[in-house]
DNA sequence: CAGCCCCTTGACAACGTTGTCCACCCCTCC
DNA sequence: GGAGGGGTGGACAACGTTGTCAAGGGGCTG
């Protein structure tokens, strides 16, 4: 910027102005300016900028794995969101690691972003207190802060969903309903838990549960086990997209009913169509995003809870009536 | 840091050094400053050190979308060997529009990012031209930058792909293949339909080319096109994911013949199994950024051209012989 | 005991930008 | 013709950090 003014013969400070669009600068001048900067290459230091100003217009996003369809759509929606806004990305994939979750958090509060949206790894989350009490607005998304901390979230109607999810399969005729899920320390797999539990009453049966990794062996091995009880279940309730996906290629097209939670690519073309309980992740992105912006926008009502309803899409395979 | 330094009664340059963990600091003075950074909650500010250091310790990535499988992949590849370097990644995506390609390449170089991964959209890189000379690294990914720039480049092999699968039908009795794809201005679109002519050789005809956008719409009405021909095409050949998806789509359960670039979660649950020509976008992603930072550590040999090798995989799509 | 060296610490400038304040010029109006 | 005012332009400090250089103090050696 020094050489932009000296090349054009003013001072530093009306580079500055021509650079930022105030006002006050003769056209002629400008238009100098303008000319030296072009001849230089010139492009401002942003790092400079926001040591000065304080703000970055940046906003760190923090999710759990990008490559997960879920959290690429929630991603894109957020970016979108952000970028409207006149800001940029930092986004960050914490991979179900707490450590590495503040990890990313930290570095993103070293960089002075302007605002963080969290899809928590961990539940504890009072390393942020100082943050937050700096005034940096923070928005939970998909899952709520641990113990003590009261802020902004994002959340979908898990519980609900799997009670839809349980109802529906029940409606078929089912009575014997197995969940293969995430471990209930996660947030949306307890909830999910609870929501099917709470449907199914006194037909619940603990051993229809399973809370063991969406890896191809364990849930081959799990169905292997479901199967065999005495009793064993008519239909499946899948805890999330992995699960539902990891389930249908162990059963390798036999015929057993299901729901999953989360809607995926294809679902419809599968024989049968694979009846889900869909979540919204654009939807849940650009809520986020949008209560984050307010909150910059000096908004400082009381944390919100914002809870986003499912959707249940029958295609079939929730169809499938028990045997005989 | 300054309160730090008053806080724990040392010097500014003290907690600068404690830090930075530099040595020469009596261990008791460190845990004296260590402490008071607890008790502050003091965190340092990245934007000064930047301007400071003239390093950011920022990579920016500019992908076509992070919802798209492929790239959300790519993505967290390039996210893991950035972390692993201990810097962050600035991403966004430009929807293939090259106006949004440049301004984020433009907002990302302001931010004085060391370096630059690029999946362009436009096919006009002369905009570049300054940061490179600035000495700013830059690889493209993907797609290879517009004429007159040699920078470094990781491709797929997209004409062999496309040659494979144009010849593994033809194994399977085909002779009448179409091509449904992108614009050939995408350079990834025109390779592969380079690829499909020339393993077609004298069987080529240009009516069984579609290169409209892939909604489910026009890729209904493009087979509509196709299968009322004279002499209609016995096989598909899909050029890249979406293309793939949006034609199971529209042939409903309708068997027949194809092979798609790109492989997809659940190809193989499908019935039939869809045969595809798999990238590994991790892969790309990751040797990408790893010749990134090996350019960073001071690499100055000639750009480097890299072509990563697709495989066919088989899973009976491809393989349902010709109608008699 | 003097001299030297190392260990530890501190003062200061600089990075590139912007906000504040002031100076100048020319025009208009009294 | 002088005073006041709007329109321009510039000088300077400050943002928070780090690199450079130098100073003080204590132990070791001759």
Redesign the interface.
């Known amino acids: 910027m020094k050489d932009v003014a000296s090349a054009a013969g003013v001072a530093l400070k009306t580079v500055s102005r021509v650079v930022n669009g105030e006002p006050g600068v003769h056209p002629a001048t400008a238009e100098r300016v303008r000319t030296a900067i072009d001849r230089l ?1 010139y ?6 900028r ?2 000065r100003r304080g703000r ?1 217009a940046t906003i760190g996003l923090v999710i759990e ?5 879920f959290y ?2 929630l ?2 929606a957020v ?1 979108d969101v952000v ?1 409207q806004h006149g800001c ?6 914490s991979g179900e690691e707490p450590g590495r979750e503040r990890e990313l958090v ?7 972003v302007d605002g963080l949206i969290v899809v928590p790894a961990g539940d504890d989350h009072t390393y942020l207190r ?1 943050e937050l ?1 700096a005034g940096t607005p923070v928005v939970f998304a998909d899952r709520p802060p641990g113990a003590g901390l009261d802020v902004d979230t994002v959340l979908a109607d898990n519980a609900g969903g799997a009670g839809q999810a349980v109802r529906h399969l029940m409606t078929h005729g089912h009575r014997r309903i197995a969940f293969l899920g995430d471990d209930p320390a996660i947030f949306t797999a307890a909830e999910r838990l609870r929501g099917y539990r709470a449907e199914l009453g006194g037909l619940f049966d603990e051993r229809l549960v399973s809370m063991r990794p969406p890896s191809p062996e364990t849930v081959r091995a799990e169905l292997a086990r479901l199967f065999a009880l005495d009793d064993p279940p008519t239909a499946l309730f899948t805890g999330n997209g992995r699960y539902t ?1 990891a389930t ?2 162990a059963l390798a ?1 036999r015929r057993v009913a299901l729901v999953g939670f989360d809607d ?3 679902a ?4 049968p169509g694979v009846s889900v309980v869909a979540q919204d992740p ?1 939807w849940m992105g650009r809520v986020a995003a949008e209560l984050l912006f307010r909150r910059l926008r000096g908004d400082s009502g009381p944390p919100q809870h914002i809870e986003l309803p499912v959707r249940l899409i029958p295609r079939g395979s929730a169809e499938l009536p028990p045997p005989p």
Chains 1, 2 share one sequence.
């Open positions: 290459g492009s401002r230091n942003e790092s400079a926001v040591l970055t794995d990008v490559a997960d369809p690429a759509g991603s894109r970016e970028i940029l990305l930092l986004s960050g994939s930290e570095t993103f509060c070293a960089r002075r100082g009490a996906v249908l290629r097209r995926f690519e294809l419809d073309l599968l024989d654009s």
